[in-house]
């Protein structure tokens, strides 16, 4: 039938074939003087979900306590594509792509209006561990190569 969206076109088009995906959704204390979502809002939402997934892959902060490692962002980066809006639901992909294996991971991101499936943000975090007593950076620990790196 003309006109009729696809299947396929309902469906997001995720730049990473199984991302963690977290669904987000503007409130009204997330829109700036432009009325649209502010970009601090969609930081916050990145480390909630980075946390997220983290829990989902076997890792929580008490295991960073526990092994005296953490990965601590060395660099981050964020491509503001469209605007979003006040109840607009969303949903935030993120998923882990390996650095060299040793000290470096990098986390990215991707966030899709769900009403059209346009991308509307992308961003990466450079990771690097670190030992939480010293702050200086440390080998990933196997519990860390197990869960984050595939």
């Not at 490692?69 to 607009?88: D, H, K, N």
């Not at 346009?118 to 670190?130: D, K, N, P, S």
Request: one cysteine or more; aromatic letters at 10%; charged letters at 20%.
């Amino acid at each position: 039938m003309a006109g009729t969206p696809t299947l396929k076109a309902l469906m997001p088009d995720w730049d990473h074939p199984a991302p963690y995906i977290a669904a987000v959704c503007p409130r009204a204390a997330d829109i700036d003087g432009l009325n649209h979502t502010n970009n601090a809002v969609y930081v916050q939402w990145c480390e909630q979900a980075a946390w997220a997934h983290s829990h989902a892959l076997g890792l929580s902060l008490d295991d960073y306590r526990r092994l005296d490692r953490a990965m601590a962002i060395r660099s981050a980066a964020y491509e503001y594509l469209l605007p979003t809006f006040e109840g607009e639901t969303l949903s935030l992909g993120t998923w882990l792509s390996s650095g060299d294996g040793k000290l470096s991971m990098r986390r990215n991101f991707q966030l899709i209006r769900d009403s059209d499936g346009a991308t509307v943000m992308r961003g990466h975090w450079e990771l690097v561990c670190i030992e939480l007593q010293s702050g200086k950076p440390k080998r990933l620990p196997p519990e860390f190569v197990t869960a984050y790196l595939p």
